[in-house]
């Protein structure tokens, strides 16, 4: 009887540890879809690998990657959404099978001190594991797209997104987008922009041959 109740109160304590790990103490959520704690790793990420640089102009705190990545999530189908919101999750609770070194080196990632968060980070690139490895830099493409992408930085960088208007032309008006039917199709032959080459784009005339 009471190995049954120690057993309970154990696990009791244990799940009550795990919600407090998982969910508390988290500042809200910066997008539907991104979690609490998604959401503060990826902050706290983009802090660790992007600080100041004087070529740029902000840097990864400044550069609002949770809402990058809340729309990054979006853009995804629900399969690969699931694989970059489990990766995230990894990372966030990764301490508990890969401690930080330091006092308190177990804590979720975004918990860890400015110092075992960079040691946590290097522990992972240069892993003997290569699953590992290749975790962190699937983590980063995703961060560095959006933090060289961000407004601010293209524009320090020279390299401003400029507005490109859509080459429309007649093939548009006749075939839907891949895998959807022909309802789909949003054009109309007023929306033609494409322009028709009025000459050929090698002029045979003064080449000295004769086409049979």
């Given at each position: 009887m009471i190995a049954g109740v120690f057993a309970v109160v154990t696990c009791l304590i244990l799940l009550a540890a795990l919600v407090r790990r998982g969910w508390w103490g988290y500042p809200p959520s910066e997008g539907d879809v991104l979690g609490r704690g998604?959401?503060?790793?990826?902050?706290?990420?983009g802090e660790t690998l992007f600080p100041g640089?004087?070529?740029?102009?902000?840097?990864?705190?400044?550069?609002e990657l949770a809402h990058y990545a809340e729309s990054y999530l979006q853009a995804l189908g629900p399969a690969q959404r699931r694989l970059i919101r489990a990766m995230f999750i990894l990372f966030e609770q990764g301490?508990?099978?890969?401690?930080?070194?330091?006092?308190?080196?177990f804590r979720r990632f975004s918990s860890l001190s400015?110092?075992?968060?960079?040691?946590?980070?290097?522990?992972?690139?240069?892993?003997?594991?290569?699953l590992r490895r290749m975790a962190f830099s699937a983590l980063k493409a995703v961060?560095?797209?959006?933090?060289?992408?961000?407004?601010?930085?293209?524009?320090?960088l020279g390299l401003d997104p400029w507005n490109i208007e859509p080459v429309i032309c007649e093939a548009?008006?006749?075939?839907?987008?891949?895998?959807?039917?022909r309802s789909a199709i949003r054009w109309t032959r007023s929306?033609?922009?494409?322009e028709v080459p009025r000459k050929p784009l090698r002029d045979s005339s003064n080449s000295g041959t004769t086409r049979p």
């Open positions: 998604e959401s503060a790793l990826v902050n706290a990420a640089h004087p070529g740029l102009a902000i840097d990864g705190k400044q550069a301490p508990l099978l890969f401690p930080a070194p330091g006092l308190g080196g400015p110092e075992q968060r960079l040691a946590y980070f290097e522990s992972w690139s240069g892993s003997r594991m290569v961060l560095i797209l959006g933090y060289f992408g961000h407004d601010e930085n293209l524009r320090a548009d008006l006749l075939y839907p987008p891949i895998g959807q039917s929306d033609l922009n494409a």
